[in-house]
């Protein structure tokens, strides 16, 4: 195969044209050729700049990402360098007590620690305990907006409150307070004491559980053939009550009827007939069941002697409650 062919230039020299052959440059390469070594060389500088790490700036870095996103957990082993002599970037590892960091050299870079679950439960236990503490100190803070609502209203003993395993209980005193013995209407001092909590219940995000109970004087009358009927009638018409229209939002509550399988006192105290004719208020509180004593402890823990009464040993079995389906009642006399 032949080269290019030269070119011939063309000069006119005394009426004659005489023909030339043009050099061919064979140097040109050289263009390319440094073209390609600058690219090179621009190309081994960046990746020298980038394997170069301040590690005073990367700590900072890090130390940001940790109380962003929190300690990531460790899975290979390595040395505290970015990079390891293996090639693999490993993560710090969480603060666990008990455990060590690797160092270069000092263990096998293709290894895998072992978590201990014993660790790992602690984790999960403190960040347990940090909710709790959370749930305590919002549910504390509602009890005291509660108390200051009704001192505003002047009642400020119309109701006492504690912590047990659902979260705080409000208790209202039913006796010449919110009804007549035997009956299910709505005293005036009642409503009063109701409007006072309304506002300050209804803003709250918690879901709202009222509770009737009576103490364990039989009642027999056509409309509360039972102590069953006359706790639920009495908890159904505070929920209607404080879920009428501008009052709370009915979807959040519930009602339940406990008749007398909860008493506050044993039967042998003789406060124990008007104490435990009662409706309460539980504000439930934001955890699943397995953190609710925990919530009780926490709570009664700060409450002190607060509560008007401690919490007896139930008679029957929770299960034995009623939900409440019962419309509005206008009265009865007798029992609990």
Sequence with gaps: MSGPRPVRAHVRRGGHEEEHEEHENHERWLVSYADMMTLLMVLFIVMFALSEVNQRKFDVFKAGLHAGFGSPQTMLAGGSDLLDAGGAVAPDSPPVPGTTDGGSGGTDANSWKDVSPGKVSQLVDATQQAQLRQEVAHLEAAKK????????????????????????????????????????????????????????????????????????????????????????????????????????????????????????????????????????????????????????????????????????????????????????????????
């Design 145 to 336: 907006a509660l108390q200051a609502a009704l001192a505003h209203a002047g009642v400020p003993k119309g109701a006492t409150f504690r912590f047990d395993e659902r979260g705080l209980v409000v208790t209202i005193a039913t006796d010449k307070v919110l009804f007549d013995s035997g009956s299910a209407r709505l005293l005036p001092q009642g409503r009063r004491i109701l409007d006072a909590l309304e506002p300050t219940l209804a803003a709250l995000p918690n879901r709202l559980s009222v509770d009737g109970h009576t103490n364990w004087l039989p009642i027999a009358t056509s409309q509360f053939p039972s102590n069953w009927e006359l706790s639920t009638d009495r908890a159904t018409g505070v929920l209607r009550y404080l879920g009428r229209p501008g009052g709370i939002d009915a979807s959040r509550m519930s009602a339940t009827g406990y008749a007398e399988t909860k008493p506050l006192l044993p039967r042998s105290d003789p406060r124990a007939v008007t104490v435990d004719r009662r409706v309460e208020i539980v504000v439930l509180a934001g955890v699943d069941d397995a953190q609710g004593r925990a919530v009780a402890a926490l709570g009664n823990g700060d409450v002190g002697g607060s509560t008007a009464s401690t919490t007896a040993s139930t008679t029957a079995s929770p299960t034995a409650a009623t939900t409440a389906t019962k419309g509005a009642t206008k009265g009865g006399r007798g029992g609990g």
